[in-house]
């Protein structure tokens, strides 16, 4: 069982940095493909960046491009995402994912975190 425990969310103001921090156990880590995902209120859940096992490869939704980095260290179980010139419209909880392989994955994540709220106040 692939357990996944998210932190460093909380409140910032528009234009200020957060780092996020998943650490996953239960598995070998560095076979699995991980994601971050964010639900804003009465939004459906979307993909922000995902990133391959060994972290050569990675993807971004568009409104991420240029201000968040997605990060793994994989001898210490962790993935990561930097978010910098954070926008109101970023407000949402941050979950991160996991599925097996070694891919950049857009869908098919089958393990959750239990979400980090990141509120950015203009």
């Known amino acids: 069982q692939v357990q996944l425990v998210e932190s460093g969310g909380g409140l910032v103001q528009a234009g200020g940095s957060l780092r996020l921090t998943c650490t996953v156990s239960g598995s070998t880590f560095s076979r699995v493909g991980l994601g971050w995902f964010r639900q804003a209120p009465g939004k459906e859940r979307s993909l922000v960046g995902s990133i391959s096992w060994n972290g050569d490869r990675t993807w971004y939704q568009d409104s991420a491009k240029g201000r968040f980095t997605i990060s793994r260290d994989n001898a210490k179980n962790t993935l990561y995402l930097q978010m910098n010139s954070l926008k109101p419209e970023d407000t949402a909880t941050y979950y991160c994912?996991?599925?097996?392989?070694?891919?950049?994955?857009?869908?098919?994540?089958?393990?959750w975190g239990q979400g980090t709220q990141v509120t950015v106040s203009s």
């Open positions: 994912a996991a599925r097996p392989g070694i891919e950049v994955y857009l869908s098919g994540y089958n393990y």
